[in-house]
């Protein structure tokens, strides 16, 4: 089966059928810019949203004389990612120049690292959604500087080809990024998607943890390289290889994988050979484009950089920072998993809503697991779906969703009116406590005002008091329903069942 589209040259192979005559072997560079004050060599200011070409220095402007100084913090950093992954750090590397033309490099080189980084030979394992583990090994994580950024105005595309005009914003020329390479990424067969999903969104998650960035992939701060080779089978030689720039989310990495398959299985097909070179990723419909023909290191003309001498962080400073390295999340996953009594698929369910920290924080404040699960993947959940916003944007505070649920445990409210109490939260109200006294939303507990609504409602209908009687205990569902509504919900439902059969003889 093939699907033709205008964006290829050759019809799409459908991805099933792909991956059942071809064996996709991944390669992923993850770029993440580093959370420092300033930038990698020189003090500009490192902040997001400022404007245009206002944090720059003579040196991340490249002018004349302008001499780099290495950031420390940033080698800390990539330090702390390396160990991390498990990778060897040098005890000494150095930076090179990688020399290429654009005008987002004002010195007409990028500040890198090339054969000698700051940490090698690593690996991690990556937890799919079923809970199958995938290692992935790395080859480098090595630290450069970012380029700057263009804006091409006018046109359609928002590319340089078919503008009228291209603006220059250089304050993240200069900032600090550590990129991590793979090496080939073999074995994921049908899974290559979810794998290159997965490995990026544990590599952010160690990000966060390490607290080295707010890796926050919206704005750019973790940005993902997927290259992408096919070959008949798995013991045939490597395939040529593309590699689709810059994808910027979890979901467009597992689609530009999949788009990538089916695309260079339709050329494979059609007897033609795979270009080396870079593609583009389009959001819109999940398609790839052609970029440029894909440089090997050689055409960078790499050399060692003069005007930094090499970087040898000392063995007991390496220490010290292995030493105070958090719990990473895998390992924090299964710990939690374990404490909290959750099922594999709820603790997946709560990882891939982002609710993990919340519901900790949850319990921390008070509650049980299963009551601070219940509302963060629950009603609040469903709040945040309904609004599009993650649930950690939600204006309600895990302290707050912790008093809710010792409301509800203590009977002084039920599930229905803590819903009502989560919208005066939520509108701003104040905590639980204050909305249910605002509000009046405190169950009805008083035993002669529940008689009261009862005697009403057993006297409005005397044909079900006498099924109930006669020992068909089903129909009392419409006296306690009666007494709900005549108590606005705040009756608890199991005291007033007991009192109406009660009331009955029952």
Not at 61 to 87: D, M, Q, S
Not at 203 to 210: G, S, V
Not at 443 to 451: F, I, P
Not at 452 to 457: F, Q, R, S, V
Request: a negative charge.
């Amino acid at each position: 089966m093939t699907v033709q589209t205008p964006a290829t040259a050759t019809p799409l192979v459908a991805y099933e059928d792909a991956v059942r005559r071809y064996d996709p072997v991944l390669g992923i560079e993850v770029h993440v810019e580093l959370g420092t004050l300033t930038k990698m060599f020189c003090a500009a200011e490192v902040s997001f949203g400022g404007e245009p070409n206002t944090q720059v220095t003579p040196v991340s402007l490249g002018l004349p004389g302008a001499l780099p100084v290495v950031n420390g913090k940033a080698v800390e950093y990539a330090i702390r990612i390396g160990l991390a992954l498990n990778c060897t750090i040098a005890e000494s590397c150095r930076f090179a120049r990688k020399n290429y033309f654009y005008p987002d490099v004002p010195k007409n080189f990028q500040t890198s690292q090339y054969d000698e980084p700051i940490a090698y030979d690593g690996w991690i394992d990556v937890e799919l959604e079923d809970g199958a583990v995938f290692r992935v090994e790395i080859e480098r994580a090595h630290m450069e500087e970012d380029a700057g950024k263009n804006t091409h105005m006018g046109g359609t595309s928002g590319r340089i080809h078919g503008a009228e005009y291209s603006l220059v914003d250089y304050n993240r020329a200069g900032i600090p990024l550590v990129e991590i390479v793979t090496r080939p990424i073999e074995g994921a067969g049908e899974r290559a998607p979810e794998v290159a999903r997965a490995y990026v969104q544990t590599l952010r998650d160690i990000f966060r943890t390490l607290d080295v960035s707010e890796a926050r992939m919206e704005r750019g701060n973790v940005r993902a390289d997927v290259n992408l080779s096919l070959r008949p089978s798995p013991d045939a030689p490597l395939g040529t290889r593309t590699e689709t720039k810059n994808v910027n989310s979890f979901r467009s990495i597992e689609r530009a994988v999949r788009y990538e398959v089916s695309r260079q299985a339709g050329v494979l097909d059609a007897g033609l050979p795979v270009i080396q070179e870079t593609r583009h990723f389009h959001e819109t419909d999940g398609s790839t484009s052609s970029g440029r023909v894909k440089s090997d290191a050689e055409d960078y003309r790499y050399f060692p950089e003069p005007d930094l001498v090499p970087v040898a962080p000392s063995r007991e400073w390496v220490e010290e920072i292995r030493a105070s390295l958090p719990e990473m999340p895998v390992a924090r996953r299964r710990r939690l998993q374990g404490e909290w009594g959750y099922a594999d698929a709820e603790m997946r369910d709560v990882v891939n809503a982002g609710a993990m920290d919340l519901i900790e924080a949850t319990i921390a404040a008070g509650t049980n697991a299963a009551g601070a699960r219940k509302w963060w993947m629950g009603e609040l959940a469903r709040r945040a779906k309904q609004d599009e916003i993650a649930l950690e944007d939600l204006t309600v505070t895990p302290a707050q969703v912790a008093q809710l649920q010792d409301l509800v445990e203590s009977g002084r409210i039920n599930d229905k009116i803590a819903r009502q109490v989560l919208d005066g939260v939520l509108a701003g109200e104040g905590d639980p406590e204050a909305v249910v006294v605002a509000r009046g939303l405190e169950v009805v507990s008083d035993d002669g005002a529940l008689l009261t609504a009862i005697d009403e409602a057993l006297a409005a209908q005397p044909d079900i008091v006498e099924k109930v009687r006669g020992g068909n205990q089903g129909p009392v569902g419409a006296i306690i329903g009666a007494v709900m509504k005549a108590t606005k919900g705040q009756a608890d439902a199991k005291r007033v069942r007991e009192l109406v059969l009660d009331r009955i003889g029952q």
